[in-house]
């Protein structure tokens, strides 16, 4: 054991370097072949399946599950792309169970989907695996477009132009490309540095060219892409972290969970994580999830999710929930911090039960303190240095049909922009449609979009 | 609890269910195994004439079709009869008979088409103890290029011959085994009666190439790039056994005569629909090369729950469903059903629609929320969407009431009548 296991504050090495490697394997690894036979033999090859139509990037499921079970992995994997240049880290982040699993009729039949999100994973491995890109790109347009962020918009949108022919540059604010595929996913969920891997191979296709640490309205402006660019997409995502709005928030160690998650993707010795022994995750969605389940992997003691609402409404799927508590992580919900209390570092933090009703959340008398040596804030993220002539709803880009913004010339998609929830899949989704629209209107051939 | 006790042709078994004359059935380690398991008899691996045995293959010797998750619905195999001496034979089929005087065992022969060959061998096998014989007239491959099994099979003047050779020779009683791959199976049945037979058996293997290798180039069982066919059993082929033993079992010229059902018997419930269309027991094969020789207990238990569920003896299921296989003129026309679905069961897979509005009728309408519903002005009942739904009775059949309109036809139901009297039939007008 550590010896640094129990000890108090926010310490590296809780576990020993091999506790460590254990904790942070792979979450649902790979299935064999056999297995891959097996779970494909249950799906039924549905009329108009439900899964499609619960899938954003509306991948042809049964298609690519009949084409694994006759033993057609590759083409499994090119139905797949075709939708979905991202179907391999969306195998793996994807919440399935509220998408296509959770719309499977086995559902409805045994409570058993077919294992869709573990079968896309075995066949975009597959044809990954061989290292060359799939894709050939159509002859040259002459046309040029600016993508704004790396992340699975920016990049599905560039993959879809580039394919057509045109040439991409992107312009991303951080030193690595991915977005949050990169640097905002549990480590679990995608081994072995995926994120880069896929990243690598979807540049395969070639016309993508990417410039790092350029972020808009510092180094580059709207303007002046536009000026330059045929059209400009705007894929940058969520700069900005909620605050919570409670007394003494500013005390050390109270940290925005996707900085925590993202400095544990870029760690290269865990060991050296500092992490606290009591743990307390502020918010419901899957980034809460995420800091908590790893909190506890890193060796924290004692970590609680702490959300404002009824568990019900928890943006965290209930199998992301299952997969928090079976690694000993404690759910309150209900209930809203007031106040972080300490001397320089948090101590405990004080929390408010909740009611919810028709009038909105109230805070109620009844009050509880939780212990704490570390807070991670996981209640949103908001848009961040965004031009100011761009018409915004709700706090994001306001987008039209695939991804048009108020601006001629300028389309946007992903976390960035309205329309869908903040998944990975919908942002690959949206950065394809815009491409596809975008193309349309360069070069005035038709729209294909699957599904 | 009911009886199984069988005693099919004077040949007693505690049960009905036998293993067929086939690889199970070769030796004598086997047929222990088979006997403390429960099965009731065993038909022996085909015997041949003295001399040297006939050899096998030394690659692959089976094919095989897979169901999902790689489930065996049927096998081929280019085996040939027993390849082991007929003295070892002989000698493990006494020593077995000796232990196991309650069960059956009836020895398979195929030997050459001549008198004296059939007569030394029933010579050979008189002290073996053996309860009787099974003659092989349908071994598909390798013995019928040599004159036998399904190339005398397939002869019903041969049949008839080598019958009556087996019966003049022979107090034993007497099966003769038919080849399925004939046109017509009631010539065979009728040719063996006419020998003096006292129960068929059927039906031996089917004619096959299960696969082709799409690399070699070669059908599957690839012997050095060479592939021959094979005869084809298991639960693939049970609906055309089933078909064969009713034509016999109905057929004038052959009906009473004892049965013997063979192909594709799974569970018990495939024995007892055997044996309600008239076989007097059952043979067994592929299910045991598939899950082995305790299967055998399942089809006993089964076949007695049945049984005593439905009040029966064993020998009232015998041919109980006979009399309803009858020829297609003489089915109700005026009989109306529709295809109703069960929403509370339906999971809304969409495969009834599918199959119906690609391939059938148009008759199943998908409504918002993917509610499925049949169209009964649309709907003739031809049962494919009950087929195709993966969920047992989601989709069932309603008959309409005597004077019901079919809302397909707007006709009201009638009564009882058939082909051989409707307005369409020519021959019908022409005997007015």
Redesign the interface.
Known sequence: MSQARLSPGVVPGRLTPNELVANFVDVAPPLTPHEARVAADRCYFCHDAPCITACPTSIDIPLFIRQIATETPDAAAMTIFHANIFGGMCARVCPTETLCEGACVRMEAEGKPVEIGALQRFATDGLMARGSHPFKRAPSTGKRVAVVGAGPAGLSCAHRLAAKGHDVTIFDARPKPGGLNEYGIASYKAVDGFAQAEVDWLLGIGGIQIRHEQRLGEQISLDGLKAEYDAVFLGMGLAGVNALRAQGEDRRNVLDAVSFIRDLRQATDLAALPIGRDVVVIGGGMTAVDAAVQARLLGAENVSIVYRRDQSRMGASRHEQDHATANGVRIICNAAPVAVHGNGSVVEVEFCYTTDGPSGLTLTDNRFRLKADQVFRAIGQRLQGVPEELKLQNGKIAITGPGRTSLGGVWAGGDCATGGDDLTVTAVAQGRDAAEDMDALLTGRPVEIPG | MADLRSNFIGIKSPNPFWLASAPPTDKEYNVRRAFQAGWGGVVWKTLGSEGPPVVNVNGPRYGVIHG???RVLGINNIELITDRPLEVNLREIKSVKRDYPDRALVISLMVPCDEDSWRDILHRIEDTGADGVELNFGCPHGMAERGMGSAVGQVPEYIEMVTRWVKTHSRMPCIVKLTPNISDIRKPAEAARRGGADAVSLINTINSITSVDLDLFAPQPTIDGKGSHGGYCGPAVKPIALNMVAEIARNPATAGLPISGIGGVTTWRDAAEFMALGAGNVQVCTAAMTYGFKVVQEMISGLRDYLDSHEMALSDLIGRATPNVTDWQHLNLNYVTKAVIDQDLC?????C??AC?DTSHQAIG?KPG?VFEVIEEECVACNLCIDVC??ENCITMRELEVGEIDKRTGIARGGYANWTSHPNNPMARAAE
């Open positions: 999902p998750d790689r999971i809304s897979c969409g495969r629609f599918a509005e998908m993917r993966p969920v």
